[in-house]
């Protein structure tokens, strides 16, 4: 693997870091809301996080390279509603989107077709992601104001199951 396409796979070990840092600090913002289910589904997120960053991770010591850890910046910690948090996740989602179509570009470029192949998964991931938070953002404007709807809301939110454990190389 040459030193571009490792540097730029290092700089998205670190944005996905990021993500969990983000939905890490969503967790308390929701726990200090009294949402358990949003805060649950928070944690959901964080761990799928964490699962990307080690792939990634796992990926780079599969080629045979050395992977890099960089400082992880410090996550607000304050929305100004529940739906502005998970309007803030759909942005920070399409963001990371635009992060994986980088990779990619960079990897066609540099005719790194493993790591095309690798960055497929990726791809997919995101639509997931970016579908995920949006429908909640849906759901959220659609409630409004209402008690019992956010309530209800909440409670489908503590259904998420938690993800499978990441895979230590080659999956
Ligand atoms: Fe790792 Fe939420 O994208």
Same mark, same amino acid.
């Given at each position: 693997?040459?030193?571009?396409?490792? !540097?730029?796979?290092?700089?998205? $070990?670190?944005?996905?870091?990021?993500? #969990?840092?983000?939905?890490?600090?969503? +967790?308390?913002?929701?726990?200090?809301?009294?949402?358990?289910?949003?805060?649950?589904?928070? +944690?959901?997120? *964080?761990?799928?996080?964490?699962?990307?960053?080690?792939?990634? $991770?796992?990926?780079?010591?599969?080629?045979?390279?050395?992977?890099?850890?960089?400082?992880? &910046?410090?996550?607000?910690?304050?929305? /100004?509603?529940?739906?502005?948090?998970? &309007?803030?996740?759909?942005?920070?989602?399409?963001?990371?989107?635009?992060?994986?179509?980088?990779? *990619?570009?960079? #990897?066609?470029?540099? &005719?790194?077709?493993?790591?095309?192949?690798?960055?497929?998964?990726?791809?997919?991931?995101? +639509?997931?992601?970016?579908?995920?938070?949006?429908?909640?953002?849906? !759901?959220?404007?659609?409630?409004?104001? !209402?008690?019992?709807?956010?309530?209800?809301?909440?409670?489908?939110?503590? /259904?998420?199951?938690?993800?499978?454990?990441?895979?230590?190389? &080659?999956?």
């Amino acid at each position: 693997m040459n030193h571009m396409m490792l !540097d730029a796979l290092n700089q998205q $070990i670190n944005e996905e870091m990021y993500s #969990a840092y983000l939905y890490l600090s969503m +967790v308390a913002y929701f726990h200090s809301m009294k949402m358990p289910g949003a805060a649950h589904w928070m +944690v959901a997120q *964080y761990k799928e996080e964490l699962i990307h960053a080690e792939k990634i $991770i796992a990926y780079i010591m599969d080629r045979g390279a050395i992977f890099k850890l960089r400082e992880i &910046k410090e996550p607000t910690n304050h929305w /100004s509603s529940p739906i502005d948090a998970f &309007k803030a996740a759909y942005a920070h989602e399409q963001h990371i989107t635009g992060c994986i179509n980088n990779l *990619y570009d960079i #990897a066609m470029r540099e &005719k790194d077709y493993p790591t095309v192949q690798f960055l497929q998964w990726f791809i997919n991931e995101q +639509v997931e992601e970016e579908a995920n938070s949006s429908q909640i953002v849906d !759901d959220f404007e659609r409630i409004g104001h !209402d008690a019992r709807g956010l309530f209800m809301l909440d409670r489908e939110l503590a /259904s998420r199951p938690m993800p499978v454990p990441a895979p230590t190389s &080659k999956e």
